[in-house]
């Protein structure tokens, strides 16, 4: 049996959930699982291999356990001890920001004076921010959890599969859109002013699915008081709980991802699907939904498409039009493809 450790000790709680259940009925591999509280509070199934731990224990943790492959889910922080790590032992690293890992050091100094000024200060002085292009340069395995982000350096994690692709039997057009509701990563704007135009009778809902804050909630709050009654808008000023979110997926008819087509991260340029990724892909997946879109997004996947003009038209086609997500997203599809990579990965030492 080949052992494996998993660490998540900063951010995407949501992608160490997607690798425990991706990994139940893999009996070739033993996993040990190493969360910070943070982490570990936001995992809905607690095995008995689940560990607490932080960057001042983490390589004590380590020692003497020989793994045969480290996986660390999030780089963006404690630089100094995942440089260890990837120096020491057989690692693999998941990418979320692909410039992030070739930034210079003149860059990343840089940084430090452009935002968030105290907390980079403290990365630069106690957790090696220095060090981060060393971690993915040292890292043996660069992964990306979006297929069209893959190369050769960058090597597809696949971790999302389909649970149900039931299709909802809504007497009203039931349209989600998925992700925190701010105008940084998505378009918000696009979307209420879709909303405020719309010219029909027929009964719909929009449920924007993420927490609403600061002007987004306010635009929120005056749509709701001047849009017509057949017209339902659902959003949450509070952080949406996990069941809450997976109830309201399933129910949803389309998706609509009004992705931005360009972010940042520490400061450096990140472009969707070009160099990271959009949780609503993993979303899309999950649920077996069709998800739209902007124009500008490099869509490669089936069940994307790209937001048309007339766009009810066209959420209403997609409500009429089934889609065979199992074909190449069922759980022993993906568990296939991800036990073969991990034993190239362990076999390559």
Not at 17 to 34: K, N, T, V, W
Not at 162 to 172: G, I, S, W, Y
Request: proline fraction near 3%; hydrophobic fraction near 40%; charged fraction near 25%.
């Amino acid at each position: 049996m080949k052992k494996i450790a998993y660490i998540e000790i900063d951010t995407h709680a949501e992608i160490a959930q997607a690798f425990m259940e991706i990994m139940e009925g893999l009996p070739s591999f033993s996993i040990d699982y190493y969360f910070s509280e943070k982490i570990k509070s936001q995992i809905a199934d607690h095995s008995e291999q689940v560990f607490l731990s932080d960057s001042s224990i983490i390589l004590d943790q380590l020692k003497n356990k020989n793994y045969d492959l480290i996986i660390i889910g999030t780089v963006h922080r404690y630089f100094n001890t995942f440089d260890i790590i990837a120096a020491k032992y057989n690692t693999a690293v998941i990418v979320h920001n692909m410039n992030f890992t070739k930034a210079s050091q003149i860059n990343l100094i840089k940084s430090i004076f452009k935002r968030d000024r105290i907390y980079r200060l403290k990365l630069l002085g106690k957790e090696g921010l220095l060090r981060s292009p060393d971690v993915y340069r040292k890292a043996k395995h660069l992964l990306v959890l979006d297929d069209g982000l893959s190369s050769e350096q960058f090597r597809f994690l696949p971790l999302f599969y389909t649970r149900q692709a039931d299709k909802p039997e809504n007497k009203v057009l039931t349209i989600v859109i998925p992700g925190g509701v701010s105008q940084q990563r998505r378009d918000y704007g696009h979307v209420f002013r879709g909303i405020k135009n719309l010219k029909t009778e027929e009964p719909m809902a929009f449920i924007f699915l993420g927490k609403a804050k600061d002007r987004e909630l306010e635009q929120l709050k005056e749509l709701s008081r001047n849009i017509p009654k057949n017209i339902m808008l659902k959003y949450f000023s509070e952080r949406v709980s996990s069941p809450v979110f997976d109830e309201w997926m399933q129910k949803a008819d389309v998706l609509w991802c009004p992705i931005q087509q360009e972010t940042e991260f520490f400061s450096l340029r990140e472009i969707y699907g070009i160099t990271k990724m959009t949780g609503n892909l993993g979303d899309a997946i999950k649920f077996g939904k069709w998800a739209v879109f902007p124009e500008n997004y490099p869509a490669k996947l089936d069940f994307i498409v790209t937001e048309q003009k007339e766009i009810i038209s066209q959420f209403e086609m997609l409500k009429r039009t089934s889609i065979d997500f199992h074909k190449d997203y069922s759980k022993h599809v993906i568990q296939q493809k991800l036990e073969k990579l991990l034993n190239e990965f362990i076999n390559c030492i």
